[in-house]
């Protein structure tokens, strides 16, 4: 991997934990409410698993397990 490349990848990883944190607060708050969208908050959960998916797919990629 180039170091271009791992920088790259690094600022995806950031923006992904960046918005994993934002879908979190959103999620606290509609759940806060007397009435919440459980609909949208099922939506906004099916997200953040796929967000968390990807950021250790990347984290994987930058630093790889050589137990072996």
């Known amino acids: 991997m180039t170091d271009q ?3 790259e990848l690094r600022a995806e990883l950031a923006k992904f ?3 994993h944190r934002d879908l979190d607060d959103a ?3 509609l759940e806060a409410l007397s009435m919440p969208d ?3 908050i099922k939506r906004l959960k099916k997200r953040k698993l796929h967000l968390r998916d990807r950021i250790q797919e990347i984290e994987d ?3 790889p397990d050589i137990t072996a």
């Open 5 to 7: 490349e791992e920088q």
């Open 17 to 19: 934990k960046e918005d």
């Open 27 to 29: 999620i606290y708050a």
């Open 38 to 40: 459980h609909l949208q």
């Open 61 to 63: 990629t930058l630093l």
